[in-house]
T-cell receptor, first 116, second 113 residues
Framework: GAVVSQHPSWVICKSGTSVKIECRSL??????MFWYRQFPKQSLMLMATSNEGSKATYEQGVEKDKFLINHASLTLSTLTVTSAHPEDSSFYIC????????????FGQGTRLTVV | GDSVTQMEGPVTLSEEAFLTINCTYT??????LFWYVQYPGEGLQLLLKATKADDKGSNKGFEATYRKETTSFHLEKGSVQVSDSAVYFC????????????FGKGTSLLVTP
């Protein structure tokens, strides 16, 4: 149990376009989802936390108008990178937590975004 | 705020050598502690965890003990294999931060035959 599926696993887009990344909990209800970003050879940095049905809470320095997060159901959250630029190229990873099942969150496979 | 500090890499070991990767943390309250592993080009995999003081997490020959008195969660393995080559992240989560994970910078391990 506790499987999180993230899609796509990789994407290449042109500068100025928008990209949507999906994160689905397949066998549990994700009351909370977390989005992280990882630059090459660096650690994961939390971008935002979203609770189902509520607006996401963004970490300091993360542009909420650029990284749109939607968590409209208990099994799906999406991250949309709007007007992507090469500096947005990174590895984006989601994790999901069911508050009724303890504190552990489960990770998706990650999405490698390359903006050209 | 909460933070995790882990030893800088890269760490290079010969096969069958003993591995220690140090991790210390600062946190208010009582966090849960984790070790994650990331193989090249892949996502994160949970390696082991401990949720309270003196708990020992173990998996695949790796072990780490939650030491509250030294605020540490060092990762150890008695005999590493080439397949253990990866980046290892120490992390903590706490109720105060909504259980978001706070990661260390990661330690790259290379095991040579």
């Amino acid at each position: 149990g506790a499987v999180v599926s993230q899609h796509p696993s990789w994407v290449i887009c042109k500068s100025g376009t928008s990209v949507k990344i999906e994160c689905r909990s397949l066998d549990f209800q994700a009351t909370t989802m977390f989005w992280y970003r990882q630059f090459p050879k660096q650690s994961l940095m939390l971008m935002a936390t979203s609770n189902e049905g509520s607006k996401a809470t963004y970490e300091q320095g993360v542009e909420k108008d650029k990284f749109l997060i939607n968590h409209a159901s208990l099994t799906l959250s999406t991250l949309t990178v709007t007007s992507a630029h090469p500096e947005d190229s990174s590895f984006y990873i989601c994790s999901a937590r069911d508050s009724h099942r303890g504190s552990e969150a489960f990770f998706g496979q990650g999405t490698r975004l390359t903006v050209v | 705020g909460d933070s995790v500090t882990q030893m800088e890499g890269p760490v290079t070991l010969s096969e069958e050598a003993f591995l220690t990767i140090n991790c210390t943390y600062t946190a208010t309250g009582y966090p849960s502690l984790f070790w994650y592993v990331q193989y090249p080009g892949e996502g994160l995999q949970l390696l082991l965890k401990a949720t309270k003081a003196d708990d020992k997490g173990s998996n695949k020959g790796f072990e780490a003990t939650y030491r509250k008195e030294t605020t540490s969660f060092h990762l150890e393995k008695g005999s590493v294999q080439v397949s253990d080559s990866a980046v290892y992240f120490c992390a903590l989560s706490a109720r105060a931060s909504g259980y978001a994970l706070n990661f260390g910078k990661g330690t790259s391990l290379l095991v040579t035959p």
